[in-house]
């Protein structure tokens, strides 16, 4: 090969300015898309930090999901505890809200659909079946009890 010459004396400095050139580029990638999990969000797998779509539950005893008057039939909320949904009228179902591809935090319901900002994701609002996008697991389903008009976690 003619023309091409290579340099096999690496220096200490130019060694350092390679490595920090590298940790740039690293540092570049972490900022340039999806979140790690954090601690207050239990991580399997898809972390977005974008606030859900719907209104997080009512305070009313601790552990009230929603209200039955905010779930619309065919569609749901999302709250910290879980994404309440009602797939068919006076009937209740609870997932987690955490996507089990890569542990991000789902955000919006849609045509039926729990749908994962991060990599498309979603998920049935009746059973927690993958519906689409690269999760293979559904949604594991919260335990939960209608009680008048509250939902609670039980």
Known sequence: MKGITVDLNVTRRRAIGTAAL?????????????????????????SAAAPPAATDAPAAGGNALAATADVPVGGGVITEQ???????????????????????????????????PCHNSQFSIADGSVQGGPAATPLPEVPIKVEGDQILLG
């Not at 179902?93 to 591809?101: L, R």
């Open 22 to 46: 590298a940790g740039v580029g690293v540092a570049v990638a972490a900022c340039s898309g999806e979140q790690a999990p954090t601690s207050a969000e239990p991580a399997p797998a898809d």
């Open 82 to 116: 879980a994404v309440v949904t009602q797939p068919e009228a006076g009937t209740y179902k609870a997932f987690s809200p955490v996507c089990t591809h890569q542990g991000c935090k789902v955000k919006s319901i849609d045509a039926g659909k729990i749908v994962c």
